[in-house]
């Protein structure tokens, strides 16, 4: 009896052992994460560096896009925009062109990221800031601008694959906080992107003492920023050669290799017994066929609110910058870069400290689908005040609107943080690489109309000042308006649907 039980024990101990393949670097990754016990601070430097590099070249645009595409710079020689209400139809142009990019390639660079590696990808990505960026603000023409933003939209396809790469690099207990890296980093690229766009934009005028108008910067006025942001990324992409590739070589499947151990550690578990019995191999055979995400209506529907939600966003972050640098005369505050500059700096200030200090426990108490309702619910009566803050000058002006850009702000991300762990939430751990590429496509499609929508919209809302309903302005930020409260709407069931097991979290 007893030598049958050591021949039971010695058959069943390999299947139980994972099994590491010495020349695959994911493998190699695995191991160490099973050596390695403490926080890996290293690795959550890296991620939150490259993703910063990818956020600078989208936040840095708006407080001078629309005195980049003005007829004060390019657009009055090449006779593009007739009259000045045109303006924003063509920074909505510039804006939209790098998200239509992503969308067009994110599928794509996904596949080779599972193909070839996740390393490749951020080099490439990293890469392509340093060319297109730097190009960018070279730009001598309208169709220049809109070309390099679209060519460095379709190269830049990291987005997707560094969050696949942050769940892959960590160990269990520190994948959460691998994820929320991403977003801490998005959030700290909303105040560096602005300020240095803000205060690095036409240094000729601005810093005539140090910069003169005859110089480099003088006949590039947009170049500053472009450059300092490509010179940050040649360091990400240096340092990136060093980053370690998690993706598995060998020919087994990886996942399934795993998932197998974990079918077998549970079913020997549960039964008290180590035998490999029929169950343990439907149990085995059951983790080995993933589900169609495309059939997975929590996920599904969790993105489509995602993508509700970004159309608004990308629209209303170009319809603030463009609606504080127009003139009075036309219902704006008249700004100038630097002012804009500093209104998103600190807006994404307060967004940083309630995103790491305020937000887990507001979802902890409420559930992320609650708190996506109370802070869409909120965004609507705020963003109708903001056709009338033109009307104020001076400190109250700076005051009330630095807390509505503030506030809209923390509501946004709260959104968005809740719709991310909802998708997060609807997969397992092994799909959710492929879950955020669906989304990333998905989302870039509506990012990518927003910039196009809302500057349309703007400049349609500047020609009817005189209208008796909701005229200037007014109609713009309805317009936001209704599109919020149509995400809010889908928040709920049947629209919303949540997996089965979570409900009582997300409630």
């Known amino acids: 009896m007893a030598a049958a039980a050591a021949a039971a024990e010695e058959h069943t101990v390999p299947l139980l052992k994972k099994q590491y393949y010495e020349n695959c670097p994911g493998c190699k990754v695995d191991e160490q994460k099973e050596l390695k016990r403490g926080l890996p601070i290293r690795e959550f430097l890296s991620i939150w560096t490259v993703v910063l590099c990818t956020v600078l070249p989208i936040s840095s645009l708006f407080p001078y896009l629309y005195f980049m595409v003005s007829i004060l710079s390019m657009i009055r020689d090449f006779n593009i925009a007739e009259k000045e209400e045109d303006i924003g139809y063509y920074a909505g142009y510039v804006g939209s062109s790098f998200m239509f990019g992503r969308a067009l390639t994110s599928v794509f660079w996904g596949l080779v990221a599972d193909r070839y590696g996740r390393k490749p990808l951020i080099l490439l990505g990293t890469s392509s800031v340093v060319i ?54 998005w959030g700290i690229g909303l105040i560096i992107g602005p300020a240095l766009g803000g205060f690095l934009a036409q240094p000729a005028e601005k810093y005539p003492t140090v910069v003169s108008k005859d110089s480099l910067f003088g006949r590039f006025p947009y170049l500053l920023p472009s450059l300092a942001i490509s010179v940050f990324a040649v360091g990400v992409t240096i340092a990136s050669f060093w980053l370690p590739e998690t993706l598995h070589n060998h020919k087994e499947n990886r996942a399934a290799c795993d998932d197998s151990y974990d079918a077998l550690e549970t079913a020997s578990g549960e039964g008290g017994s180590k035998e490999y019995d029929g169950n343990t191999v439907a149990i085995i055979e059951q983790k080995k066929q993933p589900a169609n995400l495309l059939r997975n209506w929590p996920l599904m529907s969790s993105i489509m609110v995602y993508c509700i939600f970004s159309l608004h966003d990308m629209a209303y972050a170009e319809i603030f910058s463009l609606w504080a640098v127009s003139p009075r005369k036309l219902g704006g505050l008249g700004y100038s870069t630097q002012n804009v500059g500093e209104v998103l700096a600190v807006s994404g200030f307060g967004l940083l400290v309630f995103q790491l200090a305020l937000y887990p426990y507001a979802e902890r108490l409420l559930g992320p689908v609650m708190v996506c309702r109370i802070a869409g619910v909120l965004s609507i009566p705020l963003l109708a005040s903001y056709p009338f803050l033109s009307k104020l000058s001076g400190f109250s002006l700076i ?27 609807a997969v397992e751990q092994h799909q959710r690489g492929a879950a955020n590429g669906i989304a990333m496509t998905a989302m870039s499609l509506f990012k990518a109309a927003g910039p196009a929508g809302g500057g349309s919209l703007f400049s349609w809302g500047e020609t009817r000042q005189d209208a008796t309903f909701l005229p200037g302005n007014q109609m713009v930020f309805f317009v936001l308006n209704v599109v919020e409260a ?22």
């Open 132 to 185: 297109f960026n730097t190009i960018f603000g070279l730009s001598v023409n309208f169709w220049m601008a809109v070309i390099t933003r679209f060519l460095l939209g379709c190269l830049n396809g990291l987005l997707g694959p560094i969050k696949a790469y942050a769940s892959e690099m960590f160990r269990a207990e520190h994948q959460a906080l691998g994820l929320s890296t991403i977003s801490t980093a």
């Open 399 to 425: 005051v009330l609107l630095n807390c509505a850009s503030v506030l809209k702000n923390l509501l946004s991300v709260s959104i968005v943080t809740g719709l991310f762990m909802l998708q997060n939430n």
């Open 486 to 507: 149509i995400g809010v709407l889908f928040t709920f069931k049947p629209f919303l649907a949540q997996p089965r097991g979570r409900t009582a979290t997300t409630q």
